[in-house]
């Protein structure tokens, strides 16, 4: 399909399946069960966590609840400027409730960062965040994150949700696109 596309493959579809089930472990050992916050509510931000959401969700040995955002960063379609537009908003009230932000990468680190004060200022009992995938280079803000996936180099990847111009979302893996995409 798109295989004459794809340089090389980043991470496989083995590996994202094992390290969301840890990833998963470890989040679940934070979350007591019948807290009185209720259900673990995850909010997966569209389009590019659909994926890792609905993986990490079922892999995740907790109930939860799902809501979902998308936003939408200004830039190139390569890079983030920081100035945040929501396209979709939360259809739920989260004030006191955990809440679990599901990324599926952060770079700069600025849409993420925006996203957080967005959120906090609703009132939520706790607020954290788990990304697949995280570009330590590149991160202009400082954000806390305790949960990551794969810490990847300062590299343009696609596939598993993430896309160049809207393609190779349905790739099974994460892999960096051949510059004779970009071209042409
Ligand atoms: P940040 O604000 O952290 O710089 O950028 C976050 C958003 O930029 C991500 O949610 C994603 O949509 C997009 N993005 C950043 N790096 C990549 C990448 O390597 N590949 C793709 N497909 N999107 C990226």
Same mark, same amino acid.
């Given at each position: ?7 090389? *493959? ?12 840890? $990833?998963?472990?470890? @989040? /679940? ?5 019948? /807290? ?17 959401? +609905?993986?990490?969700? !079922?892999?995740?040995?907790?109930? +939860? ?8 960063? %200004? ?9 945040? !537009? ?5 259809? &739920? ?6 809440? #679990? ?9 600025? +849409?993420?960062?925006? #996203? #957080? &004060? ?8 706790? #607020? ?6 995280? &570009?330590?280079?590149? @991160?202009?803000?400082? *954000?806390?994150?305790?949960? @990551? ?7 343009? *990847? @696609?596939? %598993? ?9 349905? $790739?099974? %893996?994460?892999? +960096?696109?051949?510059? &004779?995409? %970009?071209?042409?």
């Amino acid at each position: 399909m798109y295989e004459n596309d794809i340089a090389s *493959v980043l991470i496989s579809e083995e590996q994202i399946k094992e390290r969301t089930a840890e $990833l998963a472990q470890s @989040v /679940a050992e934070r979350y007591p069960v019948g /807290a009185p916050e209720g259900d673990l509510l995850l909010i997966g931000v569209l389009k590019g966590a659909i994926f890792f959401m +609905t993986d990490f969700a !079922r892999a995740l040995p907790i109930p +939860t609840q799902m809501e979902f955002m998308a936003v939408s960063s %200004y830039g190139s379609s390569t890079s983030s400027s920081g100035v945040v !537009r929501i396209l979709k908003d939360l259809d &739920k009230d989260i004030a006191g409730r955990n809440v #679990l932000i599901v990324e599926d990468i952060i770079d700069s680190g600025l +849409t993420l960062s925006w #996203l #957080l &004060k967005n959120l906090s200022t609703r009132n939520p009992a706790s #607020l954290e965040v788990v990304t697949l995938l995280r &570009k330590p280079e590149a @991160v202009k803000i400082d *954000v806390e994150v305790k949960d @990551v996936g794969f810490d990847i180099p300062d590299e343009f *990847v @696609v596939g %598993y949700g993430l896309d160049y111009d809207e393609r190779y979302r349905d $790739l099974p %893996y994460i892999g +960096t696109l051949d510059p &004779k995409v %970009y071209s042409s």
